[in-house]
């Protein structure tokens, strides 16, 4: 586990690249070779900040535990730390069950669909420190070392039907701003199922 300010280094943010207008709800997704977008079922994507980022770490978790109830869509974390730290990161928050993961780091992708840098007041402001905190004590998800990538990144995730056609897009404000998933699955007209309940303990006092 980290402190929150363990790898935080000078607020200096890497330069920035031009970038598109987000692409609009009810127009067609972006097309690069390295995003496969099936036509027998829809996607949800997820741009990931970077790894080592405790909000990247809990949508993560969250886009995996929707994977494993809905089957029937594709969903897809995008990342921009390199095939190494990813992979090492991946497994270090339980797997990727049915999310495929795609690396982009060039960040080719994020560029593609409108997603730039961060400005200072966004990552570094007192707010932002206080729910990284409670963060790790609510959840027990703590900042990492940030290995490769950048933490200027902005994050998003959309939602995308089967004709390629955008149905529900969220752009991050600021790094704890988190995609309402369920929000992405129901623009699809999925109905979102329950999660299912806790296993009993089978030890100590029930």
């Known amino acids: ?17 031009e970038i598109p207008l987000v692409p ?18 829809p996607t949800v994507i997820v741009f990931l900040r970077h790894c080592g980022c405790p909000f990247a770490e809990q949508t993560f978790k969250d886009l995996t535990a929707l994977s494993t109830r809905h089957k029937d869509v594709h ?28 690396v982009d780091y060039e960040r080719e992708l994020y560029t593609q669909w409108g997603l730039g840098i961060s400005t200072t007041w966004q990552v570094w402001n007192p707010r932002i420190v206080y729910k990284t905190l409670r963060l790790s004590k609510d959840e027990n998800i703590w900042n ?23 149905r529900w897009a969220k752009v991050a404000a600021s790094p704890d701003d ?12 999925i109905k979102v199922r329950p999660k299912p309940p806790p296993e009993p303990r089978t030890d100590g006092f029930l």
């Open 1 to 17: 586990m980290s402190s929150v300010t363990q790898d935080a280094g000078p607020p200096i943010s890497p330069p920035a690249k």
């Open 24 to 41: 609009k709800v009810g127009t067609k997704a972006p097309v690069h070779p390295n995003l496969d977008l099936p036509s027998d079922k």
């Open 75 to 102: 969903f897809v974390a995008i990342s921009h730390s390199s095939p190494e730290v990813t992979e090492r990161w991946v497994v270090q928050n339980g797997g990727n069950w049915n999310v495929s993961v795609v």
């Open 144 to 166: 990492r070392t940030t290995e490769s990538g950048t933490r200027w990144q902005t994050s998003g995730a959309f939602s995308i039907d089967t004709d390629s056609v955008i």
């Open 178 to 189: 988190l995609p309402d998933l369920d929000a992405a699955l129901s623009a699809l007209g």
